[in-house]
């Protein structure tokens, strides 16, 4: 696991996030989540309860959360690179840069790997939200 992607969080901050349904993970990278059917914390997504976590252990514990991923800073730091990727709402994922000569965001669909420039035929620049919505890169899932 890479930890510079996530950020520390307390056992009552762990506790809070199950709660509210979303995810926690272990310093080797297992997603936990809590399982309200059967009201105990599992491995990711599982139905299966295979490891057991008394509350006490979670309030003691060292969790992590994915660090939230801001593209227009991933943008400044690397320009002229890839660096995020969206989903265009028809199943494709559109990979986003900084095109520093046209000082503007640029796309392509994923898996392009020329170079980041602004298409000045076609701009399509990303909105606010798309960006927002952006992940990074190397998190973009394979193909189906």
Known sequence: MDLSKFEK?????????????LEIFTNKGTELRLNFKHSQVVNGNSEIVSL????????SGD?????PFDVRQAMRDK?????????????NWIQVGFDAIS??????????TGKVIVNEDNPNIPT?????????IEDVPAAR
């Open 9 to 21: 969080i307390d056992g009552r901050e762990a506790l809070r996030r199950l709660v509210e349904g």
């Open 52 to 59: 057991y976590y008394p509350v006490n252990v979670i309030l």
């Open 63 to 67: 969790w992590y959360i994915p660090k």
């Open 79 to 91: 320009p002229d690179e890839w660096v995020g990727a969206f989903e265009n709402g028809q199943d």
């Open 103 to 112: 000082m503007a965001p640029a796309t392509a669909y994923h898996g392009y």
């Open 128 to 136: 606010r939200s798309t960006l927002d919505s952006c992940i990074p």
